[in-house]
T-cell receptor
Framework: KAGVTQTPRYLIKTRGQQVTLSCSPI?????VSWYQQTPGQGLQFLFE???????NKGNFPGRFSGRQFSNSRSEMNVSTLELGDSALYLC?????????????FGEGSWLTVV | AQTVTQSQPEMSVQEAETVTLSCTYD???????LFWYKQPPSRQMILVIR??????QNATENRFSVNFQKAAKSFSLKISDSQLGDAAMYFC???????????????FGKGTLLTVNP
């Protein structure tokens, strides 16, 4: 059974550009969530989707957005990139019907903003 | 809002020895889940063990066990017979059991970097 797949794994962008990261959840999982990991702030929750609906959003500016498609795949977008957006972005999936479902993580997308 | 605190930024252990990683949390809820995740150099978060707050029995998974003290809001991880492959960053995490609103997320501690010495 394939795990959570994130693409691209590594990317370098210039300040002011935008970026789109993709996440394919484990088959049968309908919940996808995103986390940002930096050395200074640690792991911070970005947002969570279930059946194409955003159920929760973390404390990030509006430049950070996401969506989920009917096949449960998800994308997150960051516009007008800033140097501080350099981070590991982790996607996670779960069955999602209730909060006790185990959450599985992908290997992450490394974003460097120069 | 819930908070998770890991007071040990780094720990080290000799191979085959036992080590305990500490975690405390703050919440006003009575029903929740606690997790320990391992993040090796590959950076993929791997679930080590989970504990349901309504269960008094401490969870165990092979060499990994927890000491869950609900009243003290403490959730420590014990690794027995440490192996070189256990070297990683370990994160303690909290998730509300209430399925709704702002509860579809994990709240993480800052992590503890575990080194295993041969």
């Amino acid at each position: 059974k394939a795990g959570v797949t994130q693409t691209p794994r590594y990317l370098i962008k210039t300040r002011g550009q935008q970026v789109t990261l993709s996440c394919s959840p484990i088959s049968g999982h309908r919940s996808v969530s995103w986390y940002q990991q930096t050395p200074g702030q640690g792991l911070q929750f970005l947002f969570e989707y279930f059946s194409e609906t955003q159920r929760n959003k973390g404390n990030f500016p509006g430049r950070f957005s996401g969506r989920q498609f009917s096949n449960s795949r998800s994308e997150m977008n960051v516009s007008t990139l800033e140097l501080g957006d350099s981070a590991l972005y982790l996607c996670a999936s779960s069955r999602g019907q209730y909060s006790g479902n185990t959450i599985y993580f992908g290997e992450g997308s490394w974003l460097t903003v120069v | 809002a819930q908070t998770v605190t890991q007071s040990q930024p780094e720990m080290s252990v000799q191979e085959a020895e036992t080590v305990t990683l500490s975690c405390t949390y703050d919440t006003s809820e009575s029903d929740y889940y606690l997790f320990w995740y391992k993040q090796p150099p590959s950076r993929q978060m791997i679930l080590v063990i989970r504990q349901e707050a309504y269960k008094q029995q401490n969870a165990t998974e092979n060499r990994f066990s927890v000491n869950f003290q609900k009243a003290a809001k403490s959730f420590s991880l014990k690794i027995s017979d440490s192996q070189l492959g256990d070297a990683a960053m370990y994160f303690c995490a909290y998730r509300s059991a209430n399925s709704g609103g702002s509860n579809y997320k994990l709240t993480f501690g800052k992590g503890t970097l575990l080194t295993v010495n041969p």
